[in-house]
């Protein structure tokens, strides 16, 4: 059984940083592209950032470019997304996410992926 663990979340102040994690099990990810999404208070769901299987390319919502970067280490069965620079528009649940079809890392939309974690909350303070 597949499951993903997000960690790494909590109350931070605008200009601030979180570094998330996720953990993946029940098989092994390399072969797969890995993003993350967060959904804030009274919204859809959103494309925030994602990664190649290779972990060589990655791809950002351009609402966070420039102060997120996403990363993951295969070997770990993990990935990382470290947030500088917060802004209290970036409050939200952040979901990490596997998608089976490897070019899954480029198309930034839900449907694209597989495999979801149960979230981690953020929360920026102005």
């Known amino acids: 059984q597949v499951q993903l663990v997000e960690s790494g979340g909590g109350l931070v102040q605008a200009g601030g940083s979180l570094r998330l994690s996720c953990a993946a099990s029940?098989?092994?990810?390399?072969?797969?592209?890995m993003g993350w999404f967060r959904q804030p208070p009274g919204k859809e769901r959103e494309f925030v950032a994602a990664i190649s299987w290779s972990g060589g390319s990655t791809y950002y919502a351009d609402s966070v470019k420039g102060r997120f970067t996403a990363s993951r280490d295969n070997a770990k069965n993990t990935m990382s997304l470290q947030m500088n620079n917060l802004k209290p528009e970036d409050t939200a649940v952040y979901y990490c996410?596997?998608?089976?079809?490897?070019?899954?890392?480029?198309?930034?939309?839900?449907?694209?992926?597989?495999?979801w974690g149960q979230g981690t909350q953020v929360t920026v303070s102005s």
């Open positions: 029940g098989r092994t990810f390399s072969g797969y592209a």
């Open positions: 996410a596997v998608g089976v079809d490897p070019e899954a890392w480029t198309a930034g939309y839900t449907s694209a992926y597989d495999y």
